[in-house]
């Protein structure tokens, strides 16, 4: 998991919409993610086609939006936004949540306005985060 969600489970204060996650583009996976939607009475979408690797999860029924990427801006590869995640359990799965670093590399070489502002309440979150360790 990535983008706000994911911030705000290492505890800092933002808000979304929707939760982000980043994935490897394999045929086993977009099977899955056919599925997940299929569960859910979803529809998948390509809003930003041809241009994005972003699939949009979206039931416009309860609201849920989830965002699934390929493709994720600072980050050098999935395996690299994994070797430092962290794992948080819900309703009995294990979730891999993207270190507070990389969120905020991907917020700051992305560059949208709504990304660069909550970068600072991010950075805070990370330097208190790193106080109460030491």
Do not use: C, W
């Not at 859910?40 to 989830?66: C, F, H, W």
């Not at 600072?74 to 359990?89: H, T």
């Not at 891999?96 to 969120?103: M, Q």
């Amino acid at each position: 998991m990535v983008g706000n969600a994911a911030a705000a489970l290492h505890g800092a204060p933002v808000t979304t919409l929707d939760i982000d996650f980043m994935f490897r583009k394999t045929p086993t996976n977009m099977r899955k993610l056919k599925e997940f939607a299929k569960e859910l009475n979803a529809q998948i979408l390509k809003p930003y086609y041809p241009v994005s690797s972003l699939y949009r999860v979206v039931n416009e029924d309860t609201g849920m939006q989830v965002d699934f990427m390929s493709v994720l801006h600072g980050i050098k590869s999935f395996e690299n936004l994994r070797s430092d995640a962290i794992e948080v359990e819900f309703e009995g799965h294990v979730l891999k949540i993207a270190s507070l670093e990389k969120i905020i590399r991907s917020k700051k070489k992305l560059g949208r306005p709504r990304d660069l502002a909550v970068i600072e309440l991010l950075e805070k979150t990370l330097d208190e985060k790193a106080k109460r360790e030491k």
